[in-house]
């Protein structure tokens, strides 16, 4: 699906996914000392799982998207080497929020 805005043609499934990640991992605490390096990251993330999921109708799929961008992010989180404190209520799943 492509969105017109002031414009521009933009790719709403990566902004969505882009969105998603950077939501989850900032859930996570995932921090590495430099926000323009966490950015470049999430977008290459965003780009990697619009890839995987390319053939995948969300609408159709037995795949949840919510559960899978959050396994997905989840599984870069913990390859990369960065240190994941507790969240202020002391868990890292989204649904306590």
Same mark, same amino acid.
């Given at each position: 699906?492509?969105n017109? %805005?002031? +414009?521009e043609?933009?790719?709403?499934?990566?902004?969505?996914? %882009?969105?998603?990640?950077? #939501?989850?991992? +900032?859930?996570?605490? #995932? #921090?590495?000392?430099? $926000?323009?390096?966490?950015? &470049?990251?999430?977008?290459?993330?965003?780009?990697?799982?619009?890839?995987?999921? $390319?053939?995948?109708?969300?609408?159709? $799929?037995?795949?949840?998207?919510?559960?899978?961008?959050?396994?997905?992010?989840?599984?870069?989180?913990?390859? &990369?080497?960065?240190?994941? $404190?507790?969240?202020? %209520? +002391?868990?890292?799943?989204?649904?306590?929020?």
């Open positions: 699906m492509t017109v %805005l002031e +414009g043609i933009m790719d709403y499934p990566l902004l969505e996914t %882009l969105a998603d990640i950077s #939501y989850i991992a +900032g859930v996570k605490n #995932y #921090y590495s000392g430099s $926000s323009r390096e966490d950015i &470049s990251t999430f977008i290459w993330w965003a780009k990697e799982f619009q890839k995987i999921h $390319s053939q995948t109708n969300w609408n159709e $799929s037995l795949l949840d998207y919510i559960l899978t961008i959050e396994e997905y992010t989840e599984k870069k989180i913990n390859e &990369s080497n960065f240190e994941i $404190s507790k969240n202020k %209520l +002391g868990t890292n799943s989204l649904i306590d929020f």
